[in-house]
Structure formats: structure tokens, C-alpha cells
């Protein structure tokens, strides 16, 4: 069986995450949403995305092919529905459909035609970017009973001080000589090669992935994600690193979402809660105007290769697309577009060459190279954020 995650009727809501990757390999708990279903499934995946990213993520279609909505977190009804699947049966959540079988031949889909299952209730979706944090203990839950299941930790240190020790999970390769790993609230996974330096404090649901790095001192609130290949420090609550993002300095970040090499400069903070306690509205791009979370605690959704300088302060709910660099004294606004620079005094048009000069200086010093699939992504998502910029 061939399966293909397809982005669905959320994309939009996801961006600007979704600008770079299709919806399936956005990060929520340890694993993207698409290692999650070739885990479960126990294939490899392609996927169904917008034109321009389609070159970076091709898609594989075979003589017959399950198609399932990426933004969907699989679980064990969900899988034995999908598993079982025929042909004309279709599985629904509501209007929205989770999965069917299509045979390559078939462009045009009449799901009237169709058997309807209905969508376990248990199963999370993941709708709006809020999203990412707020199922991200559930998620780091499964995913760690996913990934530890038969296996055996390495042993904890003997100077590091641990609560709740069946909880806590440690990699091959990972150094954690002296900090405070409390597994009381939720699991704790401590990835490949990756190191948590002297005197860190962390309380889960927690994932540090593989070869990432928390500096010393960190104080660390679950449930919070960091991704592989990512420095961080300082005080973090309830947010998601994507992954090769760097927050190595001490400042505060709560209920928040980072993409990928993006870098918040030393002090940087984000304020997660409106002095009025009021619910916090983020930017949405498909209405183009700020929407309702139903939260209160809501902080910094932050695109690829972002970046900012030193004490930079951003307001509760404040969304910074692709490739922007904000600086200055100042909160700078709620909605930052894609390929912007400068901060509250204003705003103006990040070139692509600068920005690209950047961006293959910073994944040279990771080992990873900006290539013509990269350039030609971002050069789209400048062209699709240009209504956004000020003229």
C-alpha cells in the first residue's frame, strides 16, 4: 500500500509554518506529524502540497494509494479504521475528510459515492497554529510510549536529580551530568547526542531531540518540544521548537511556536498573558484580519529564518512570518509579514539576496546547505507576503 498525506482544508490557518513544509511535517510532542504516521504505518510517505513546494516534497502515486489529511495525529482507532479501508470508503470528521483510497487513475473524487466512516472522537487535529502547544503534552505522552516500547534507557547520571524515573527516557549518546529532571506531570526524552548542560531544571511533559542543547540554567516549564539540532536557555513554558533554532540565552518564552533556523537574540522576550486577561487574538492569513483563540496564554508564532536582535520584546500573540529580522527598542506589532526588517519604528522590505546571503551562512555552520529547492520556496513565499509589506 502507498500512503500520501495530502495538507487539507487547514493549511491556510497554519501558516505561516505551512509556507515553508507541508502540514504534515510540522512538529507537535517528539516526532512531525508525518513521523508519527510512518511510524504507526510502518511506510515511508509522500505528500499532496501546494505547486511550489512540491519540487522539495514530491509526491509518489501508485496504482492504488490511501490518502490521509496530514494534519491529523494518528492513533490506535484511527489506524485500525485507515488499515482497513476499501475501496468507496471514506473516513469523516464532520465535513472534513481524514482518509480514503483513491486509485491513480481517479482526479476527480465524488465522495457521495462513498461509504462514510465516522473519525474516532478521541483523535486531536491539529487546526490552528495555537495548536501546536496546546495538544503538545498529549502529543510528547504518545509519542513517548511510541518510541520507548520494549527499550531500555541509558542510565541516569549519578549526579543528576531525578523524579519519577520510569518516566524519563535517555537516548545513546546524550550528556546530562548535572540538572533536575522532574517527570511527576509528564515524560521526559532526552534524544541522541543531545546535551543538557550544569545546573538545568525541567519539569515535563518534555522532548529534547537529537543532538540539541539546553544551556546552563535553563529553566524549562513542560509541555514544551525542542527539536534536533537547537540551542536553548533561559526560562521556556509550553512551547515547540521546530527544529535548528536557537533561543541560547536567558530571556522568557511561553506558549509559543519556533520554526527552523530561526535565532532570538540575547534577552529577547515574549509576553504570553494581555495585562487585562483578556482572550488573546493571533493573525490569521486566509481572513487576513485577527482571529479568536479561546486562549489566554498565547505568545510568539515565529516562521523559517527569522530572526531577533538583543531585548527585542514581543507583545502577547504576535505572529512574525518567513525571513524577517526585527530589532529595536520597542514592541514591535502583532503581525510582523514575511521578509520584513525593523521593529517598532517601523518596517521595510527584506531583500531576497540578504536574506539568502544569511540564511546559507547560518545552515553552513549546522552542515546543511540552502539549495535551489530552498531558494526557490522562499523566493515564492516573498512573492505570496508582498501584499502584507508596507509599499
Known sequence: MNYILFDGPYRNNLLPFTYTRPVADIRVGILTLREKWEKHLGYTTTSVTEDYLSEKFPMVELEQNTMINGAYVPNESLMGLIQNLKSQEAIFDGDVVVAFVAS???????????????????????????????????????????????????????????????????????????????????????????????????????????????????????????????????????????????????GFLGNSVIGEWCNLGADTNTSNLKNNYAEVRLWNYDTENFAKTGLQFCGLMMGDHSKCGINTMFNTGTVVGVSANVFGSGFPRNFVPSFSWGGSSGLSTYRTEKAFEVAKVVMKRRGEELTSSDTDILSHVFKLSEKFRPI
Request: glycine residues 8%; negative net charge.
Open 104 to 250: 491513480e487513475e481517479e482526479k476527480d473524487i465524488d465522495f457521495s459515492t462513498f461509504k462514510v466512516i465516522s473519525c474516532p472522537k478521541e483523535t486531536i487535529c491539529i487546526k490552528n497554529i495555537w495548536d501546536i502547544f496546546k495538544y503538545n503534552g498529549e502529543a510528547i505522552a504518545s509519542d513517548f510510549d511510541l518510541l520507548t516500547k520494549d527499550r531500555q534507557s541509558q542510565p541516569i547520571p549519578e549526579q543528576t536529580v531525578a523524579f519519577n524515573s520510569e518516566r524519563i527516557f535517555i537516548e545513546p549518546g546524550a550528556e546530562l551530568p548535572l540538572c533536575v529532571l522532574n517527570a511527576t506531570n509528564g515524560p521526559i526524552y532526552i534524544g541522541k547526542h543531545s546535551t543538557i548542560m550544569e545546573g538545568s531544571m525541567i519539569r515535563g511533559p518534555f522532548a529534547l531531540c537529537d543532538h540539541s542543547t539546553l544551556k546552563m540554567g535553563a529553566k524549562i516549564y513542560g509541555p514544551t518540544t525542542v527539536g534536533p539540532h537547537c540551542k536553548v536557555g533561559g526560562e521556556v513554558n509550553n512551547s515547540v521548537f521546530f527544529g535548528f533554532s536557537n533561543k541560547a540565552h536567558d
